[in-house]
């Protein structure tokens, strides 16, 4: 877990503790750290605005403010499990990296059993990564930020018959047909939508120049198997 990862997971962590807190070493055992480090750690949710506070007495330890303290979360292992799962199944590809760091954050809300059970059952899924496409982690992490801020992006492209090419692109969505991610953009020597492999992007660069934004309803038809990830949830 990269520090990033582990303060967010610190901060949940103490949050379900609520009135109780949590000793400088059980976080250190919890998060396999040093007791010094727990204390860093600590320092820095403070500082960034967390409000943490160090608890003095016979039963001393960090606690929460009441009002930042949240109910834990209520994932069986088996969903907690499928989550690992697909996001196991997912790694190299888009928004890999983000989709991990919300599994951490998952687990670290969970209660204790539960997140047991999760393990023993995660143990018990194997997937094979060499059959799997992943694409460079710096063009992927362009592609993402261009597609999250709508930024055009400069691509070094191969295509099919391997002729390369360098174009600018208006980026529209990322698609996932065919065995293959495309990102759908607007092409700017096309003045048109092309779909561009993500395995045949040699290089992607973020440009400071926003991007054309076309409504998803005017991209054209999806292939007819080809659905939204988009989630609803009923209120």
């Known amino acids: 877990m990269n520090r990033t990862d582990r ?13 109780r807190g949590r000793t400088a070493e059980q976080l250190a055992t919890a998060f396999e750290i040093s007791v010094r480090t727990v204390k860093r750690d600590i320092s820095a949710l403070q500082q960034g605005g967390f409000p943490v506070w160090a608890r003095t007495g016979r039963i001393g330890g960090y606690v929460v403010d009441r009002a930042a303290t949240l109910p834990p979360v209520n994932f069986t292992a088996a969903e907690a499990s499928a989550l690992a799962a697909a996001i196991a199944a997912h790694r190299g590809q888009p928004f890999d990296r983000q989709a991990r760091a919300a599994l951490v954050k998952v687990l670290a809300v969970m209660d204790p059993q539960a997140r047991r ?8 899924i194997w997937l094979d990564h060499s059959t799997t496409e992943a694409a460079d982690s710096r063009r992927r992490n362009a592609i993402e930020h261009a597609l ?3 930024k055009v992006l400069s691509l070094h492209y191969r295509d099919r018959h391997g002729a390369q090419t360098t174009r600018r692109v208006d980026p529209q969505l990322l698609a996932f047909t065919a065995g293959h991610w495309f990102l759908l953009a607007r092409c700017h020597r096309r003045e048109a ?7 045949r992007i040699e290089r992607a660069s973020l440009t400071t120049q926003p991007a054309i934004d076309i409504p998803v309803e005017e991209l054209g038809a999806p292939p007819p198997t080809a659905a939204s990830v988009r989630v609803r949830v009923a209120m």
Not at 10 to 17: I, N, Q, T, V
């Open 193 to 199: 939508i092309r779909w561009f492999r993500l395995d």
């Open 117 to 124: 059970y999760a393990d023993d059952l995660t143990e018990r």
């Open 7 to 19: 303060l967010y997971a610190m901060r949940e962590d103490l949050r379900r503790a609520g009135p």
């Open 148 to 150: 999250q801020e709508r």
